[in-house]
């Protein structure tokens, strides 16, 4: 089974900083990679993926992401984080279980605080 | 395009009750997902439909638990006897392409 581990729970940061989310997996087949957001109270919003081709990707709301594949990595990066980030942010997993079925796998998620 | 529809989005319930939440799909999309999101947690994923047979279902889904897409079109989810460890987010989630699933706002289940 694949797995997902979002190395830092909180990242506190001040507004128009960049900011860096760390995302590593474990899998021994080819992945989809994605960044999901969810602000209080509400679902998860796609913020980008990863499928194949150009390892950087480029999202919503100015936010992009790396695919390492030798260091099975997919941290997501902003250069200038506004007030209105501050969310919870998940990585996750594409993980083929048979026939159609490409469930999500996701890691435990990282509290964004863009911070006047 | 309305986007996924999840409702109710809260729900109280004693433990011991029943309850019953409802998924409005994006309406092309033939692909539903159930996921439960604990406090601290990503979500973890419970049962998958295409259109309206379901196909797979996790370990994490008891006997309580039961999902239903009639006409491949809205979904069901029932727990039955509730119990408190069953507090936590429903998430319901489609797609139409395998890759790209979209979230509903989530139905918060509270068991006292």
């Known amino acids: 089974a694949q797995s997902v581990t979002q190395l830092d729970s909180q990242v506190p940061v001040f507004e128009e900083a960049p900011v860096e989310l760390r995302c590593n997996y474990s899998s021994s087949v080819s992945v989809y990679l994605f960044w999901y957001v969810q602000y209080p109270n509400q679902g998860l919003q796609l913020l980008l993926k990863?499928?194949?081709?150009?390892?950087l990707v480029k999202g919503i709301n100015g936010f992009e992401a790396e695919f390492n594949k030798s260091q099975t990595s997919f941290h997501l990066r902003k250069p200038s984080v506004h007030i209105s980030d501050t969310a919870e942010y998940f990585c996750a997993v594409s993980e083929w279980s048979g026939g159609s079925n490409y469930k999500l796998t996701f890691g435990k998620g990282t509290l964004l605080t863009v911070n006047p | 395009d309305t986007g996924v529809s999840q409702d109710p989005r809260h729900k109280i319930t004693k433990r011991g009750q029943n309850v019953t939440f409802r998924c409005d799909p994006i309406?092309?999309?033939?692909?539903l997902y159930w996921y439960r999101q604990t406090l601290g947690q990503g979500p973890e994923f419970l049962t998958y439909f295409q259109n309206e047979a379901q196909l797979e279902k996790s370990r994490l889904l008891s006997d309580r638990f039961s999902a239903e897409r009639p006409k491949g079109s809205f979904s069901t989810l029932e727990i039955q006897r509730t119990e408190q460890g069953d507090s936590a987010m429903y998430l319901c989630?489609?797609?139409?392409?395998?890759?790209?699933?979209?979230f509903g706002p989530g139905t918060r289940l509270t068991v006292t």
């Open positions: 989630a489609s797609s139409f392409i395998p890759f790209e699933q979209y």
């Open positions: 309406s092309e999309h033939n692909r």
């Open positions: 990863y499928l194949s081709g150009s390892t």
